[in-house]
């Protein structure tokens, strides 16, 4: 089993910025590919941003140029800088571990972004 525990959420003014970390409890961190996704109100799940073992990352077109998704394989964390926020991105953001065919979901923390 993998243990994620999300930090960072919180209310930010539109133009602001936050981030967010994903802390994982096992010392196999270097071997998962991350992620970070949102759901909002009444929409589904989409994925924001991906980093894989070696470091490589993708960012859903949303938030690119805005967002970076980093990893800190000594402390087994991953982040999420989000910056230049929107009233958009207001979600509950969470945290994905993926090895092989598992998965592994955080429990979720709340960003808002007031206008």
């Known amino acids: 089993q993998v243990e994620l525990v999300e930090s960072g959420g919180g209310l930010a003014q539109a133009g602001g910025s936050l981030r967010l970390s994903c802390a994982v409890r096992?010392?196999?961190?270097?071997?998962?590919?991350m992620d970070w996704y949102r759901q909002a109100p009444g929409k589904q799940r989409e994925l924001v941003a991906s980093?894989?073992?070696?470091?490589?990352?993708n960012y859903a077109d949303s938030v690119k140029g805005r967002f970076t998704i980093s990893r800190d394989n000594a402390k087994n964390t991953v982040y999420l800088e989000m910056n230049s926020l929107k009233p958009e991105d207001t979600a509950v953001y969470y945290c994905?571990?993926?090895?092989?065919?598992?998965?592994?979901w955080g429990q979720g923390t709340q960003v808002t972004v007031s206008s």
């Open positions: 994905r571990a993926s090895w092989g065919s598992n998965y592994y």
């Open positions: 096992r010392s196999i961190f270097s071997l998962l590919a």
């Open positions: 980093v894989t073992r070696d470091g490589s990352t």
